[in-house]
């Protein structure tokens, strides 16, 4: 794959590596123990403009092209798919303000997100709703004067939720879907994190409760009625890319971890590597490896080219990396045997990341809905 890319891009590819290398891939494991990340790491993230990838020179980000971001994505997930979810929502929620936001909430907030002095957190997901996010619950309502909006209800599952200092809070009001920002310390916000998880243990997942807690109407982001079908979808395009991408580099640490123990570990008088049956398993994680890098490069070239078909090409980017990352981390279990099955086995940790990835921003159903819809209409529209 690294053929398509222009030079500017193998070069940046490659202090992405570097960086993980360096700064990541020795302390995961410890991380993952501690189920948090360090603000060290987060502060280095920040300074290297890791944070701003895809926010624009105006307010402080590096405004890298789309393709640049997934080599990004697929450089962290290669070692830590919890640090890539930190990549995944600054962009989620910096994009939409980008989008949707006014001058005044664009000036307000990006400067920090590119700085990564404030983490953002995308508040969607609900305990009751999960993918179905048409079924919000979360509500607001005007108080007596019109300025302020209360608010009350729940959100779950939120990816850094337990450090974020900003929110973006989905909810409905007077039945009409709103989008609004909220700081964190505000009154009636309270944060409960959620602990042992199966994968992206040091992702900071929280619960958040609301309260009666009282939010100017300017913090309204977009118009009332767009926050699912305006605001909602440019954040999920988003996350389904940056998904996509962080599943490849889990697969190609799959694939690596498993081709290196196959051509070093002795079973008698040979290596595993020549036992047929792992032998199909590493040609099968290859093959994956292959089709899944096409794919996300694909999507990420659609992006930057601003084409109609770049929602599909993302959906399929991320149904496919997702479910072939799942595959391959079991894979790289049965390669490894009884020291894969170690909890602090790096192939352990791939198993465990791996499912989530069918989960996040959408699961594999969801997308096996739209995109089956999605490839239906357009036979109907060809024939017609």
Not at 72 to 88: M, P, Q, V
Not at 201 to 219: M, R, T
Request: glycine residues 8%; charged residues 20%.
């Amino acid at each position: 794959m690294e053929t398509l890319l222009t030079d500017p891009q193998k070069t940046r590819y490659q202090e992405f590596k570097e960086f993980v290398a360096t700064n990541v891939q020795p302390f995961v494991e410890q991380w993952d123990r501690d189920q948090r990340h360090p603000a060290s790491i987060i502060e280095q993230l920040g300074q290297s403009g890791y944070l701003s990838s895809t926010i624009s020179p105006e307010y402080g980000g590096k405004g890298w092209d789309f393709v640049t971001y997934g080599l990004l994505n697929e450089a962290f997930g290669r070692a830590s798919s919890a640090l890539t979810d930190l990549l995944t929502v600054q962009t989620m929620v910096a994009m939409t303000l980008l989008k949707w936001g006014t001058d005044k909430q664009r000036g307000q907030w990006l400067t920090p997100l590119a700085r990564g002095e404030v983490i953002a957190a995308f508040a969607l997901t609900e305990p009751g709703a999960g993918s179905a996010i048409e079924s919000l619950k979360t509500e607001f309502r005007h108080t007596n004067n019109g300025d302020t909006l209360i608010l009350n209800g729940q959100k779950k599952w939120i990816s850094y939720g337990q450090v974020a200092g900003l929110f973006l809070v989905f909810g409905k009001l007077k039945e009409r879907p709103v989008a609004c920002l909220l700081e964190r310390g505000i009154a009636g916000l309270e944060i409960e994190p959620i602990q042992e998880m199966l994968g992206f243990k040091s992702a900071g997942l929280a619960k958040i409760n609301f309260h009666d807690v009282e939010v100017p109407s300017s913090s309204i982001v977009g118009k009332p009625g767009f926050a699912l079908s305006h605001l909602a979808p440019v954040a999920l395009q988003y996350g389904r890319l940056s998904t996509a991408c962080s599943a490849v580099g889990l697969l190609r640490a799959c694939f690596e971890e498993s081709v290196l123990y196959a051509a070093t570990r002795q079973i008698g008088e040979r290596t595993v590597g020549k036992i047929d049956m792992i032998r199909t398993f590493i040609a099968k994680m290859g093959a994956d490896l292959g089709a899944a890098q096409l794919l996300c490069y694909a999507a990420c070239r659609a992006e930057d080219e601003h084409l109609p078909e770049a929602f599909t090409k993302i959906l399929v980017a991320k149904y496919y990396t997702s479910r072939a990352a799942v595959r391959a981390a079991s894979d790289a279990v049965q390669i490894h045997g009884a020291s894969g099955c170690q909890e602090s086995s790096p192939v352990a940790r791939y198993y465990r990341d791996a499912k989530l990835m069918e989960i996040l921003e959408g699961t594999t159903q969801i997308h096996e809905q739209l995109l089956s819809s999605l490839f239906v209409d357009q036979a109907a529209q060809l024939k017609g």
